[in-house]
């Protein structure tokens, strides 16, 4: 009987919901007046009728992100290894190495292998195309490296982390991948300045497209012809790599096995506690 | 619009229909089967037929739909490629979910008639096991 209370308590609910939602819908609808910032924003992504002022990227989220307040988002970036290098901190003297002999067969079973073969090569095609598209289309460096960072995950899952570490995805070679990433960031915000110190004209740090105290500096909006707004396509690059790294680290250290996790004084201790 | 886009457009609409009434019966299901194995049958309905055969469905309504133009093409191959993904992922996962707590033992197998990956895994020889012809889910 209860039963019968709750699902009609629910379905009037919704029915009020949607009938309130149905009556206010002029008011609950986004006004179709824009604010001034906005407007500002929505005009200048991609217009390459004023120089001075565009991102010459039609993905207003990026534009915004990478060009029009490309510090923040440089300390964002910031923020964001300097947790991945507490983690690795923690983590510091633990031997991320595969045991010389595996008992049986690691992972599971043959059918879940079979599939997590192929899923994985979609996962880092998508988050490829969700990254160096990323001035185009919705997406950029860090989601497409956060979606390319699942394909580490689901092989730990499946075949087991060593199968990754003799393989080479270990945390040496993904330290070194992160580095490049950062690396070519820190290049791409410099790349005008640099441009201009060898030129001799004045230039920002981070510029993208020339601005009125700088107008003899830009980075190229369009490469053969295919648009790579400036600076955006290689901030997204270096993002994805550096990203995707970070995270892959970051799941390797959380799915280490205890036992390989001691140092060599625990092994020594746990050891002499036996004897 | 030819006669083959309303036939396309029919067809799909009544695979998303179908799809609807899965997606149903499966929350259904879920709601009210008694343990894990049932509950994880219910939710395989809803991969298979409440997402895959609607979207084989949306597919064929992008492809008889002319009104998008040549974008339908591009809707339908996206539509397919995600239906092949959920098709080949889904089991898999409702699979490892199903292994992984057999193995466990925390949920009885009720109701049972047989249980073949039970007997697999109390026979110790690797004989024995050739015997029976490796038909278990036993990984090799």
């Given at each position: 009987m209860k039963h019968w209370i709750g699902i009609c308590v629910l379905i009037l609910t919704i029915l009020a919901i949607s009938f309130v939602v149905a009556a206010n819908i002029n008011v609950l609808l986004p006004s179709t007046n824009v604010r001034t910032l906005a407007e500002i924003y929505l005009k200048y992504?991609?217009?390459?009728?004023?120089?001075?002022?565009?991102?010459?990227?039609?993905?207003a989220c990026t534009s915004i992100v990478w060009d029009f307040r490309g510090l923040d988002t440089v300390f964002e970036t910031m923020v964001f290894y300097l947790a991945i290098i507490g983690a690795i901190a923690l983590a510091r003297g633990v031997p991320l190495k595969p045991p010389k002999e595996i008992k049986g067969e690691p992972g599971l079973s043959l059918i879940v292998k079979t599939v997590t073969k192929i899923a994985p090569v979609l996962i880092i095609a998508v988050a490829g195309s969700i990254a160096l598209h990323g001035h185009l289309t919705p997406g950029g460096g860090f989601q497409g490296g956060a979606t390319a960072a699942v394909a580490p995950v689901l092989i730990l899952v499946v075949f087991s982390q060593f199968y990754l570490l003799k393989r080479g995805v270990n945390k040496n070679s993904m330290l070194l991948l992160r580095s490049i990433g950062l690396t070519g960031i820190g290049i791409t915000a410099f790349a005008a300045v640099l441009i201009g110190l060898a030129t001799g004209h004045y230039a920002f740090v981070l510029q993208n497209q020339p601005k009125?105290?700088?107008?003899?500096i830009s980075l190229p909006a369009f490469v053969g012809g295919q648009l790579i707004s400036g600076s955006l396509w290689f901030f997204n690059f270096f993002e994805f790599l550096a990203v995707a790294a970070g995270f892959t680290i970051v799941f390797l250290l959380i799915t280490l096995p205890e036992k390989l996790a001691e140092t060599k004084e625990e092994k020594r201790a746990a050891e002499g506690g036996e004897k | 619009m030819t006669l083959l886009d309303i036939v396309l457009i029919v067809i799909g609409e009544i695979m998303i229909g179908i799809g609807a009434l899965a997606d149903l019966i499966a929350a259904i299901g879920i709601n009210r089967f008694p343990n894990f194995y049932l509950r994880l049958h219910a939710a395989t309905i809803g991969t298979i037929w409440g997402a895959f055969l609607p979207l084989i469905g949306a597919a064929f309504v992008a492809a008889g739909c002319?009104?998008?133009?040549?974008?339908r093409w591009f809707m339908a191959g996206g539509a397919l490629i995600t239906a092949f993904i959920i098709l080949i992922l889904g089991p898999a996962g409702s699979h490892a979910l199903a292994r992984g707590t057999h193995r466990s033992?925390?949920?009885?197998?009720?109701?049972?008639?047989?249980d073949h990956l039970e007997e697999d895994e109390s026979m110790p020889t690797s004989q024995e096991k050739q015997e029976i012809g490796e038909e278990g889910g036993e990984s090799q």
């Open positions: 992504t991609y217009y390459p009728w004023d120089k001075y002022f565009t991102a010459m990227s039609p993905e009125p105290l700088a107008p003899n | 002319e009104c998008l133009g040549e974008y033992g925390i949920v009885p197998v009720e109701p049972k008639v047989v």
